[in-house]
């Protein structure tokens, strides 16, 4: 079983940046493929971003290129998302999600079994 916990949401004005970090326990964290998510209010969970087992492989939603940055530190078990360029659009609740296995990470829709409880984030116009 994994456990995942994400931190690191908050308010922020259009324009500005946030780090969320999410911490992975339970399993070896190399063999975790990971990503992150996130779900608007009435909107349906979309994909923002995924990372290889290693690291060196990223994948981004197009409505975020450009101006998210996803990462991994294998050492902490912890994957983080640095949003910058922030919009309005962007305030959502953001998950991170983890699963061994998964194929290739420019597979939007990979089948996460374990997920994060949330962090919102909320940008300010």
């Known amino acids: 079983q994994v456990q995942l916990v994400e931190s690191g949401g908050g308010l922020v004005q259009s324009g500005g940046s946030l780090k969320l970090s999410c911490v992975a326990s339970?399993?070896?964290?190399?063999?975790?493929?990971m990503g992150w998510f996130r779900q608007a209010p009435g909107n349906e969970r979309e994909f923002v971003a995924a990372i290889s087992v290693t690291g060196r492989g990223t994948n981004y939603a197009d409505s975020v290129k450009g101006r998210f940055t996803v990462s991994r530190d294998n050492g902490a078990s912890s994957i983080y998302l640095h949003l910058d360029n922030l919009k309005p659009d962007d305030t959502a609740v953001y998950y991170c999600?983890?699963?061994?296995?998964?194929?290739?990470?420019?597979?939007?829709?990979?089948?996460?079994?374990?997920w994060g409880q949330g962090t919102q984030v909320t940008v300010s116009s």
């Open positions: 999600a983890a699963d061994k296995d998964l194929g290739s990470i420019y597979d939007q829709h990979r089948p996460y079994r374990y």
């Open positions: 339970g399993v070896p964290f190399v063999l975790l493929d």
